[in-house]
């Protein structure tokens, strides 16, 4: 697949996962507090799609719980883009933020004079 259309089949498909997110998993909202979609990367090969997710709370068990929501959002994206093979949901807690949290505290620490 070409870079650019594998560029924009991202973008959609990471606006359809985090509508889905919205609407059909809102107990999981309930839970894990806010879930945001921070990336989406499909393989060049459409075998993978890796959805990169963050959490106010409890982030080690959120992708566990969001795979099992894997099947329907494969079901969903089957629909609703023209893949020529839909490819298989793999979540991924993104902890970038955390890091940039943890160096802004770090740097505030300092004793600069």
Do not use: C
Not at 61 to 72: F, G, I, M, N, Q
């Amino acid at each position: 697949m070409k870079h650019e259309r594998l560029q924009k089949a991202e973008s959609i498909t990471k606006k359809l996962i985090a509508e889905y997110l919205a609407t059909e998993a809102r107990e999981l909202s309930l839970e894990y507090w806010i879930i945001t979609v921070t990336d989406v990367k499909i393989s060049p090969d459409l075998s993978y799609l890796d959805v990169f997710v963050s959490s106010i709370w409890k982030h080690d068990w959120v992708t566990k719980a969001l795979s099992e929501h894997a099947h329907p959002l494969h079901r969903m994206l089957g629909r609703k883009i023209n893949f020529i093979k839909v490819p298989k949901i793999r979540f991924r807690y993104d902890e970038s933020w955390e890091i940039s949290f943890d160096i802004t505290q770090t740097l505030s620490n300092l004793d600069i004079k």
